[in-house]
């Protein structure tokens, strides 16, 4: 009975999820683009700040720690701060732009081998993770 009951809730949160994801508007069509802009200007005015976590709970850095000092950098042309903040980030940049041109359009972009790259970046960046807090 208390098994048929949790599938009944599981089933109705599930539906309820999908009719909420549908209403949200279409990410493809800018809307990221303009969210990243408006985040890099908060970070570079400090308008807010969002704090990591990880490192809140661990006291660790975690593989994308810096990443907004990165770009809040690079939006000032200085390229050796961008690089400080977080090198790997820097080095993959080029790999994760191939990876999110794949995923916008496959079929201009079919040479990218995008699982072995998606591991690579996920390998490089847990090594990453680990190395930084030795």
Same mark, same amino acid.
């Not at 690089?83 to 191939?98: G, R």
């Not at 794949?102 to 960046?125: D, E, G």
């Given at each position: 009975?208390?098994? @048929?009951?949790?599938?009944?809730?599981?089933?109705?949160?599930?539906?309820?999820? @999908?009719?909420m994801l549908?209403?949200?508007?279409?990410?493809?069509?800018?809307?990221?683009?303009?969210?990243? =802009?408006?985040?890099? /200007?908060?970070?570079?005015? #400090?308008l807010?700040? =969002?704090?990591?976590?990880?490192?809140?709970?661990?006291?660790?850095?975690?593989?994308?720690?810096?990443? @907004?000092?990165?770009?809040?950098?690079?939006?000032?042309?200085d390229?050796?701060?961008?690089?400080a903040? &977080?090198?790997?980030?820097?080095?993959?940049?080029p790999?994760i732009?191939? /990876?999110?041109?794949? #995923?916008? &359009?496959?079929? &201009?972009?079919?040479?990218?081998?995008?699982k072995?790259? @998606?591991?690579?970046?996920?390998?490089? /960046?847990?090594?990453?993770?680990i190395?930084? &807090? /030795?």
């Amino acid at each position: 009975m208390l098994s @048929t009951l949790m599938r009944k809730m599981a089933a109705s949160c599930r539906s309820r999820c @999908t009719r909420m994801l549908k209403k949200l508007p279409d990410m493809s069509k800018g809307w990221w683009l303009i969210a990243a =802009l408006l985040y890099l /200007l908060s970070a570079r005015y #400090q308008l807010f700040s =969002l704090h990591c976590p990880f490192r809140m709970l661990t006291g660790y850095l975690c593989p994308g720690c810096g990443i @907004t000092t990165l770009f809040v950098r690079l939006s000032y042309g200085d390229f050796a701060g961008a690089y400080a903040a &977080n090198p790997v980030v820097v080095w993959l940049s080029p790999l994760i732009i191939l /990876l999110v041109l794949h #995923q916008h &359009n496959p079929k &201009n972009w079919s040479f990218v081998p995008a699982k072995i790259l @998606t591991w690579f970046c996920v390998l490089v /960046l847990c090594l990453w993770g680990i190395a930084r &807090n /030795l």
